[in-house]
């Protein structure tokens, strides 16, 4: 196995991290990556697999969980409760409630709503030029999840603040700092659940926290801390990646050039994959053996950390010809963006909604829409999105 050397935070690798993941693959299916001290998966192949191994899982094996520092206690007690961080038999029991709660009629009945707020986020757009990721990318997706769990409106903002510093936990270059603000921002945010989930459980409405409230399965409920771990995962999850890929989508589409059969209904569903393929909004998700494993020649022991490169699974010459090339007519094949096995993503349906509605409004109604300036991705790696995406119309 080979040592690789590669700064999540060096610049060049932020910008575009594809020809380090290029050569890692090339040179083989796992290697050490030294900055993160853990085994990596490069190859769809081995991403595939190791996301559907029952070895391996997101939980932290038992005798390795320690109580974490005092400081962090209101951030731990969210992941806690969270299904993401959950192994079965407690992930099973997370996730069929949830499912319970958020259905496809749920998502589908959003449709007319999404592309009514398209329109209005557009018609609110400025003559000059502006930031496209906070005038639209942002928006769709945060009042959308807003509006599917019944959260007013209006605290978009606060949820977007929330959201950013406890997500910030997850990306190169945490500080101390970083985890008080994440630990402040989990209080604030499950106080404000908690008080509004009581006021859900005496005024039902129809919307997805009165569903997970009511949400039941063999005589069993979601208690109050796991619904608060639940909604908040469903309120951060519901937009920091779509954010970033209709941004980085837009992006590809203003630098490269775009065809209006795209757009078409006949074209959209492989103009959603190709950019999600292509230019993942998250490229890094972890997992733990649980057992002595053997996999790829490498042999793992319980407690080893592996690393999956869904960003780099994506572009893997051994299943598609010419991965590194956006090409949007080409015939939509499964993509590693939304993960696989147990911890699929929940919210995929909606993720590939908002943006089947979102892009072909912003095309049609802005059809002379041109970059402002360069855009640039912010230093956040797992996360790989951009700062903002300056354009006019
Ligand atoms: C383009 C947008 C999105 C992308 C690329 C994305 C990606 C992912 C990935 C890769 C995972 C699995 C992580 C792992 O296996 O370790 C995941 C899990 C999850 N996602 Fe998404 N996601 C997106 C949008 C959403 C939305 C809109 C929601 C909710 C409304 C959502 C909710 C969740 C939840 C709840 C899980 C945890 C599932 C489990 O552990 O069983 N995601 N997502």
Redesign the pocket.
Known sequence: MKTLHQSPTDPAFVQDPYPFYAKARDAGALHYWQDYDMVAAFRKSAVHML?RDRRFG?EIPAEMATPGPAHLAPFLAVEAHS??DAEPPR?TRL?KLVMRAFTSRAITALEADIAQLCHDLIDAFPDQPFDLLQAYCTQV?IVT?CRLLGVPEEMAPQLLDWSHRMVAMYQAGRTEETEHSAAEASAAFSDYLRSYIDQRRSDPQDDLITRLIAAEEAGDSLTTDELIGTCI??LN??HE??VH?LGNGVKTMLEQGWDPAWLTEDGIDQLVEEI?RYD???HM?TRYAYEEAEVFDHTFQRGDQVALL?GAANRDPAVLDDPEVFNPSRPAKTNT???GG??F????P??RLEMRIALPILFQRCPDLRLAEKPEYSDSYHFHGLNRLMVSR
């Open positions: 996301l997101r299904l993401l992930h996730r997706p999840i995962l469903l999850a519901g990646a779509t890929a999600l993942p909004p998250l998700f869904l963006s939304f993960g147990l911890h993503c929940v919210g995929a909606l993720a």
